[in-house]
């Protein structure tokens, strides 16, 4: 009898109206090709929805989600609603009360595809960034006092707890064991000397625990100049939530568009559904276009399916990716001239007439 897997699908705003569906196909395809079963559920929660109903998600939104083995996202947001509400209302929202506390982005250079970086190549780029996703500076703790007075003031709280700290920490240690075995922590302690300091303090300790891991420190100035001057340092960088927010997006710039990268906001320990959505925006200006480039949302299908233990559908997926981008099939931000359909079709293509491939 063949698995079954729910997945709660969010297309969001924007180009989320076509990616995500893009994106389901493909699962579709890979499914039938391994012989399980993806069901899907359409909830229709975004910036629109807030328009039409004043929230961007149910009451009961968390409770309907944990039905579900994962989530498929797109991205949230309109020009026309306040864009601190999103994130507030919906993203971290879900990945808090979910406790998706990892949040895993993958940087490297797929075949045919020019980073802005000349002189770098696939050995060089190709590393995770593990950005801690329930704590730090995005905890929207602080308040805003007397803001039309002279003495206006605001607060903003990060937030930094041993369990937190440590929890990512055990994670990126125990990739890197599964990758180049080593780990950089970028911080920037020398200035956030408390909350920081104490982050370095715990990393450290949870370092002494896997001997086997190179472990260092990099403090984040330095860490954006290596990205774009010697990518290749990096294997698996833990960071913070805002740090990590910030890097993720360079990242998908010496990929060569933010359009390929993939991500997941994921409960490590699977009590909780995971979500799973491209980095980039809803792209509302191009949206109806079908110019938007598919790869990063179907990236993230294949990292739900390596998260669900569907390894060898998800190396499958990443493999037609590859063979898409290489024989130059791009889209627009590629400059090329592919439609958002051409490239997950030819997606769908490799899947459907390549064999079965064996991951060990």
Known sequence: MSKTYKIAVVNGDGIGNEIVPAGVEVLKTVAKKYGFDITTEDFSWGADHYLKHGEFMPKNGIELLKAFDAIYFGAVGLPEVDDTLPAKDYTFKVR???????????????????????????????????????EGEFVQNGKIFYPDTPNGCAIDTSMVTRLGVERIAHYAFKLARKRRKHVTNVTKSNTLIYSLGFWDRIIAEVAEQYPDVKYTKMYVDNASASFVLKPEVFDVIVTTNMIGDILSDLGGAIMGSLGLGGSGNINPEKDFPS?????????????????????????????????????????????????????????????????????????????????IVKVE
Do not use: C
Request: charged content about 20%; overall charge negative; proline content about 4%.
């Open 275 to 355: 979500m799973f959505e491209p980095i980039h925006g809803s792209a509302p200006d191009i949206a109806g276009l079908n110019i938007a480039n598919p790869i990063g949302q179907i990236w993230s299908a294949a990292l739900m399916l390596e998260h669900l233990g569907e390894v060898q559908a998800a190396s499958d997926i990443v493999k037609g990716i590859e063979y898409t981008t290489a024989k130059g099939n791009l889209t627009k931000d590629l400059k090329g001239s592919a439609s958002t359909s051409e490239i997950a079709n030819s997606v769908i293509g490799f899947i459907e007439s390549t064999e």
């Open 96 to 134: 808090t009360e979910l406790q998706q506390y990892v949040n895993y982005r993958p940087v490297k250079l797929f075949q045919g595809i020019q980073s802005p970086l000349r002189e770098k190549t696939r050995e060089d780029i190709d590393f995770i960034i593990l950005r801690e996703n329930n």
